[in-house]
Each structure stands twice: as C-alpha cells, then as structure tokens.
C-alpha cells in the first residue's frame, strides 16, 4: 500500500522558515510529477508549488520568492523550503504525487495526509 508521509509542519513567527518533506513509503513507486497545495477551512485547496520529473518548476504567485520546491529521486522525496512566511500562509499543506509502481500500468495520484502551518506572533 504505496502512500505519502510528510512531516515538518509547526508553529513559526511571521518572516520565520518551516521546510516540508514527503516521502513515498510502503512499496516501489516511479513518481511523476511532485506538489504542494494547501487548503484553509472553508476554502478551495489551491496548488502552491510543482516540479516535473525533469525538474521543471512551477510556482503560484503567493509562494514566488519565498518557497523553494526541490525532489530526491534516489529517495522518493519532495521538499518545501518556506522562507519569510507569513500569517496569510497558515493552511494545512498536502504533497501530491503522480506515478506507478513497477510493472504496474495503473497511473496513480497520491495524497498525503497534510500537515499543518500556523505563522502567527
């Protein structure tokens, strides 16, 4: 049962730095493209950052400047580096990953369970 386990969520002040990390655990997996949405009670969830398997970036414009999305292939591991956050950024955070386990033609989205982020003083 292939699945996503972040970490590295908390509490931080505004203009402080949190990094996220998502792994994919549990079974062989070649994954695709990697992302990070987050979603606010009561609002739509929203992408924040992607990176295709051949790296090419893609950032909303709330995260420009300020988030940095990297990925381990070796590892199965995708990062957000968040930098200068702000109240407006607190959300619960969810990697999203696309891809297949070996000799397996079923495509495959994966979901992590979401971690949260409060910036407040």
């Known amino acids: 049962q292939v699945r996503l386990a972040e970490s590295g969520g908390g509490l931080v002040q505004p203009g402080g730095s949190l990094k996220l990390s998502c792994a994919v655990v549990?079974?062989?997996?070649?994954?695709?493209?990697m992302a990070w949405y987050r979603q606010v009670p009561g609002k739509q969830r929203e992408l924040v950052a992607s990176?295709?398997?051949?790296?090419?970036?893609n950032y909303k414009d709330p995260a420009k400047g300020r988030f940095t999305i990297s990925r381990d292939n070796a590892k199965n591991l995708v990062s957000l580096q968040m930098n200068s956050l702000k109240p407006e950024d607190t959300a619960v955070y969810y990697c999203?990953?696309?891809?297949?386990?070996?000799?397996?033609?079923?495509?495959?989205?994966?979901w992590g369970q979401g971690t949260l982020v409060t910036v407040s003083s």
């Open positions: 990176i295709s398997e051949n790296g090419i970036l």
């Open positions: 549990g079974s062989e997996f070649s994954a695709g493209g």
């Open positions: 999203n990953v696309h891809g297949s386990r070996p000799g397996d033609r079923k495509y495959l989205e994966l």
